[in-house]
């Protein structure tokens, strides 16, 4: 069964940082792009971050220079280092199987269940 499992979520301070993890099994990392997505309270779900099965990054313009996502293929892993963190960052942030599609759980692609970010002073 193919699942994923984001942690390291809590409460940050604005200008804070924070690092989530997103642990996958079932399935191998090296072969499938790991999207980050958010919903924030009363708003859309909507996609932060990709890392493709080559490496590649690519992110939403809202967090460009402030977010870093990675990969440890050995722990089947990816991780998403958030720095400058602003009260409009508190979500949920997910982890997906897939990049940028916030419906894509209702075509079976996995997710994480979610882990609360709250960015606050």
């Known amino acids: 069964q193919e699942q994923l499992v984001e942690s390291g979520g809590g409460y940050v301070q604005p200008g804070g940082s924070l690092r989530l993890s997103c642990a996958a099994s079932?399935?191998?990392?090296?072969?499938?792009?790991i999207g980050w997505l958010r919903q924030a309270p009363g708003k859309e779900r909507e996609g932060i971050s990709c890392?493709?099965?080559?490496?590649?990054?690519d992110y939403a313009d809202f967090v460009k220079g402030r977010f870093t996502v990675s990969s440890d293929n050995a722990k089947n892993t990816v991780y998403l280092q958030m720095s400058s963190l602003k009260p409009e960052d508190t979500a949920v942030y997910y982890c997906?199987?897939?990049?940028?599609?916030?419906?894509?759980?209702?075509?079976?692609?996995?997710w994480g269940q979610g882990t609360q970010v709250t960015v606050s002073s």
């Open positions: 890392i493709k099965s080559d490496g590649r990054t």
């Open positions: 079932g399935f191998t990392i090296d072969y499938r792009a």
């Open positions: 997906a199987a897939g990049c940028w599609n916030p419906h894509s759980d209702l075509l079976g692609i996995p």
